[in-house]
């Protein structure tokens, strides 16, 4: 069978742009080794953020907010619950450069938002000891999406209206079994495995852990509406309220060492639990003794400067490497899935931004990044 499109990875990248090709009238096949946002896939946790702040990057506000009207319409026909309204709110210490930049680019772009004094944030979030944070930035449209579910349900409803979709691994250019017109691996933290000559200092897979934390018998102060999601850029941690009950979930942002997406170990260590329990101390001093309800262990899948990587592979005109999402590729996924289906099809162009040559070497960079690992 020829397509006129093979998309190799179904997480959120790949299956948004094999529905949007799709309904655009094209032949599409996709495959994934392990199935739709599986568990070792970067969309395979159970939520994300989509935010509108991006400091001076505005094409990446333009597409969060894009992201968030198609998501939305795609809920409210599949599954509403797939998308939690609960706000954003930046933590920013005095010099907060990126928030004040964002604000600038929201100002432009309409993006709804609040600038809240220290005084206001104490007394809207009294459960929040907000220590040598001084204002915040509030985001009202922004909220929290259910990763895993939400992937699985675009396969789903999509393979419904005749997507042909295959559990396979597929090997790269040359080497596999399929026949398409074009083929764009959207492959996550394997594609520097697929292409360790194009990519091999590109993209830099690494450790993130995640924690779910369980609150007290009937207390509300960690839920929706009276807690949003949450990023306090000066410490790298960010979090989301609880969303399904699964509880107060928390993250550190800091990359963790490089990891094998295959092979690395997804038991949560001592290491990185300390060092998010301190935090919750020092900002949510009630939820100091919560216990841990559930943890993930996932992999961001880093550039140098955490722009994407969209170009075509430099020894095959048919071949699109998609990747590089660098721990905020998952709200973007429609309105990616756009911006790529129409340079596919030859009627737009990618920024130079996402191109393999503006990409630096991630190495030099991550040695500046990494966890404290006691
Ligand atoms: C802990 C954590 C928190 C994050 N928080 C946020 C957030 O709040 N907001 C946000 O926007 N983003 C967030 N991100 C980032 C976001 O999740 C990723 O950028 C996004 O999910 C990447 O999607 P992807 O489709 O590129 O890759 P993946 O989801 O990894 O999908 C790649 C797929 O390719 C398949 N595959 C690979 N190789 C092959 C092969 N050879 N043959 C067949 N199939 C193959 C895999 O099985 C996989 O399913 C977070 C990431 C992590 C890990």
Known sequence: ??????????????????????????????????????????????????????????IYTEWS?????????????????????????????????????????????????????RGELDKRYPQIDFGACTWGLFEHDAGGLLARRGVQTVVRETVREGLTYEQAFVAPPGKHKYDAGTYVYACGPWLKKLFPEVLGNKINPTRQEVFYFGTSPGDTAFRIPRMPCWVDGGDSVYGLPDIENRGFKLAIDAHGPTIDPDTQDRAP?????????????????????????????????????????????????????????????????????????????????????????????????QRNATIPQK
């Open 1 to 58: 069978m020829r397509y006129d499109y093979a998309i190799f990875g179904a997480g959120v990248w790949g299956a948004w742009l094999a529905r949007t090709l799709h309904r655009s009238g094209k032949k599409v096949l996709l495959v994934d080794q392990h199935g739709p946002a599986n568990n070792r896939a970067s969309s395979g946790g159970e939520t994300r953020i989509i935010r509108m702040g991006y400091g001076t990057k505005a």
């Open 65 to 117: 907010l894009r992201a968030l009207r198609l998501y939305k319409e795609f809920y409210a026909k599949t599954d509403p619950t797939l998308f939690h309204n609960t706000g954003m709110l930046w933590m920013c210490r005095d010099n907060d450069e990126f928030a004040r930049q964002s604000i600038d680019v929201f100002k432009k772009q309409d993006v709804r938002h609040e600038v809240l004094t």
């Open 269 to 365: 260590t001592k290491a990185v639990m300390d060092h998010a329990r301190a935090y919750i101390a020092k900002r949510f001093p009630s939820l100091k003794d919560a216990p841990l309800t559930q943890a993930e262990v996932c992999q961001y899948e880093n550039t140098a400067n955490g722009d994407y990587v969209i170009d075509k592979h430099p020894e095959h005109a048919n071949v699109w490497l998609l990747g590089g999402g660098s721990g905020h590729g998952y709200k973007h996924g429609p309105a990616l899935a756009e911006y790529v289906a129409a340079a596919l099809e030859g009627k737009g162009r990618i920024d130079p931004m996402f191109s393999l040559a503006a990409k630096a070497d991630v190495s030099a960079a």
